[in-house]
């Protein structure tokens, strides 16, 4: 790598590094509203089929201690996956407050479930509402 190279480099990844630095202080709708566009945009740009519905999504993955862990030994349960939901703005149209994942609903159209920081959601796969409790 020549140092015209690495100049650009290094100052590339400060850049990067200042990306990531402000989008880990932002709430959690200000951040979902930026990776959804992000994830749209690189889903569109996906090779597409008839025969399928690929997308990019954000997931929580999480697990829970098991009943037989003691404390030398951590066992944990099975991990799960669920998808995060957008914000329906439909609904709230000044944005919403709430910047913690505690709705949950079922997408009707394409059966996704989704965990939210907001009741009227947006399913990340097919982009149907889906109200959550
Ligand atoms: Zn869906």
């Given at each position: ?27 959690v ?29 954000l997931?929580i ?36 407050g ?9 997408c ?25 409790t």
């Amino acid at each position: 790598m020549s140092r015209k190279d690495l100049k650009r480099e290094r100052e590339a990844l400060r850049s990067q590094d200042y990306l990531i630095d402000r989008m880990s202080s932002w709430r959690v709708p200000d951040f979902l509203d930026v990776m959804r566009e992000i994830l749209d945009r690189r889903s569109a740009s996906r090779e597409q089929y008839d025969f399928e519905q690929t997308n990019y999504v954000l997931g929580i993955a999480s697990r829970m201690l098991s009943e037989d862990a003691s404390a030398d030994d951590k066992v944990w349960d099975a991990t799960s996956v669920t998808a995060i939901g957008y914000v329906d703005y439909d609904h709230y149209p000044g944005g919403v407050g709430m910047d913690l994942f505690c709705q949950e609903g079922t997408c009707s159209e394409c059966g996704l479930t989704i965990i939210s920081v907001a009741k009227n959601s947006i399913c990340p796969h097919c982009g149907d509402t889906v109200y959550c409790t």
